[in-house]
C-alpha cells in the first residue's frame, strides 16, 4: 500500500505562484513514476503532469505547459508541482497519484494509488 499526502495548496491571485508538494510512503518509491491530476467540480479528473521514476523523464500537459514543472526528490520520498503564472483556470482540486510501470504515465488508468488532495484557488 502507497501512502500519499499533498501539500502546499491554497489561494492565489492570477499571475501568481505556488509549489505542491507530495510526500510518499509504504513502497519503493524511487521506482515508482508519480504524476499530478487536477480535478474542478462537476468535471472529470484532468491529467496534469508526470515524472518517471528516476526523474530523468518528464511529461506536461499542454493547458500547463511552459508554466508547471513537476520534479522529485527520491531521497526525501517526495514529488513536487511548482506551479507558474496560475490562471483563474487552474483553480482545481490537485492530486498527486503513483503509476505503474516504467516512463511517464500520462493517462488516468496508469495509476494505482491516489493521495486526498489540495485544492487550488485562483483569483482573476
Known amino acids: 500500500q502507497v501512502q500519499l499526502v499533498e501539500s502546499g495548496g491554497g489561494f492565489v491571485q492570477a499571475g501568481g505562484f505556488l509549489r505542491l508538494s507530495c510526500a510518499a510512503s509504504?513502497?519503493?518509491?524511487?521506482?515508482?513514476?508519480m504524476g499530478w491530476v487536477r480535478q474542478v467540480p462537476g468535471k472529470e479528473r484532468e491529467f496534469v503532469a508526470a515524472?518517471?521514476?528516476?526523474?530523468?523523464?518528464?511529461s506536461t500537459a499542454d493547458s500547463v505547459k511552459g508554466r508547471f514543472t513537476v520534479s522529485r526528490d527520491n531521497a526525501k520520498n517526495t514529488v513536487y508541482l511548482q506551479m507558474n503564472s496560475l490562471k483563474p483556470e487552474d483553480t482545481a482540486v490537485y492530486y498527486c497519484?503513483?503509476?505503474?510501470?516504467?516512463?511517464?504515465?500520462?493517462?488516468?488508468?496508469?495509476?494505482?494509488?491516489w493521495g486526498q488532495g489540495t485544492q487550488v484557488t485562483v483569483s482573476s
Open positions: 497519484a503513483a503509476g505503474i510501470g516504467v516512463g511517464v504515465p500520462n493517462k488516468l488508468h496508469e495509476y494505482v494509488h
Open positions: 509504504g513502497r519503493t518509491f524511487r521506482n515508482t513514476p
Open positions: 515524472i518517471s521514476w528516476g526523474g530523468s523523464l518528464t
